[in-house]
């Protein structure tokens, strides 16, 4: 579904990415960890065609669209829960959710969809009238899921789902991760918290100043003590 193939990103002459290659398979789901700085939203904002790319490819279903422009990877089937969220704080919950079923084909489907997210997150359709701003902080992440649920993803790209949240919110949070990859979603998760990525993903890359420096399944990668050092506090 998605490959990614020696990717090189910078700002300005700065290089923020380095020959980052890899491969969410269809139904996959693949974490890419890492510490605070190590390019992982930069990466996911490449992939998305938010950021412009240097070098390499970026291909979905065997396309390039390394050029291509961010509401293109939308017509591929790609959605993204960013960063921060990114909701319109002075629209309803509803209307937030509105704006994710921007695509014809999503937008056929929107009350179909709409009931799917309510049935997922009960919270959102007691405030559906609500404005977004006035949400909690994890009442506005399920919204930013939500929103990228409305355009009916093949892909789901999560960036840093966990920052700034309750422990138990963030538990929660990933049992919805679950849930939508249970469905057949393919995901790539872009998360700084190495644990709870590694419960939910099938194969993680390991991020680094750039670089992708580990790659396999959740078990291997535990195996390696620069990682259990690193971001477990084993010695």
């Not at 949070?173 to 190495?194: C, P, T, W, Y």
């Amino acid at each position: 579904m998605l490959d990614v193939e020696g990717l090189h990103v910078t700002y300005g002459d700065a290089p923020a990415l380095w020959d980052v290659s890899l491969r969410v398979a269809p139904e996959e789901l693949v974490a890419v960890v890492g510490p605070n700085g190590a390019g992982k939203t930069t990466l996911v904002n490449a992939i998305a065609r938010l950021l412009p790319i240097r070098g390499g490819r970026v291909r979905l279903d065997g396309v390039d669209v390394t050029r291509a422009g961010a509401h293109e990877i939308g017509r591929h089937g790609v959605a993204l829960v960013p960063e921060g969220r990114r909701l319109f704080g002075g629209m309803t919950v509803e209307e937030n959710l509105d704006i994710g079923c921007y695509r014809r084909q999503a937008r056929r489907a929107r009350d179909e969809s709409l009931a799917r997210v309510f049935a997922m997150f009960p919270i959102l359709g007691e405030r559906r009238r609500q404005r977004a701003g006035s949400l909690s902080g994890g009442q506005q992440q399920m919204l930013a899921v939500g929103r990228a649920l409305m355009a009916r993803p093949r892909l789901l790209l999560f960036d840093e789902p966990s920052l700034g949240l309750a422990p138990a919110v963030v538990d929660h949070l990933f049992e919805i991760i679950r849930a939508i990859h249970a469905d057949g979603v393919s995901i790539l998760l872009i998360e700084q918290n190495v644990v709870k990525a590694l419960e939910v993903a099938g194969r993680a890359y390991l991020l680094e100043e750039g670089r992708i420096l580990a790659e396999g399944p959740p078990a291997e990668l535990l195996a390696r003590s620069h990682l259990r050092q690193a971001y477990l506090g084993e010695t």
